[in-house]
C-alpha cells in the first residue's frame, strides 16, 4: 500500500527529530563539563538502579511494603491538596462570584436609574423650553402694549 502525503510528512518529521536530538546530543558532549555531568548522572542512575534490584532481591515484602507506604503517603497528600483546591473553590465561588452578582445588580440599578434621570431631564428641558417660549411671548407683548400708549399719545398731540 502506499503512503498518503500525511504519513510521508510525519515520517519525514520523526526523522527530522531523531537526526536533531541526535545532533544536539553529540554537541552537547564535546563540552567536557556537559559530559562529565552526563556520566555522573548516569553512575547514580546505574548504582541506584542496582540497589533496589538488590534490595527486591533481598527483601521483596519489605520493599512492596515499603512501596505501597510511600504510595498511600503519596495518595493521603494528594487528597489533602484536592480537598484544599475543593475549600478554594468554594471560597472564591462564594466570595468572589457573589460579589460580581452584587456588583452586576448595582451597576443595573445605576442604569436604570440613569435612564430615569434622563427621561426626568427631559422633562425638566421641555418646561423650561415652554417657560423660555413665554417669556418671549410675554416680552413681544408689553412692548407692543408699552409702544401703542405712545401712538396715542403722539396722534393726540398732532391734533
Known sequence: MGQTADDQNNSKLVKG???GGII???????????????KETALDIKDSSL???????????EMK??????????SEVLKEAISD?????????????SKVSEVKDISTD?????MEAKDDLVG???KVAKASSQLKDASTES?????????????????
Not at 445605576?110 to 440613569?114: F, L
Open 17 to 19: 527529530i531523531i537526526v
Open 24 to 38: 544536539g546530543g553529540a554537541l552537547m558532549l564535546l563540552n567536557s563539563s556537559t559530559r562529565t555531568k552526563v
Open 51 to 61: 540497589d533496589m534490584i538488590t534490595q527486591v532481591k533481598e527483601n521483596p515484602n
Open 65 to 74: 511494603d515499603n512501596m505501597i507506604n510511600r504510595f498511600k503517603s503519596a
Open 85 to 97: 483546591a475543593q475549600d478554594l473553590y468554594s471560597i472564591i465561588n462564594e466570595d468572589v462570584f
Open 110 to 114: 445605576a442604569v436604570s436609574t440613569v
Open 124 to 126: 425638566i428641558g421641555s
Open 143 to 159: 412692548i407692543a402694549n408699552s409702544n401703542q400708549p405712545q401712538q396715542v399719545n403722539e396722534s393726540i398731540k398732532s391734533k
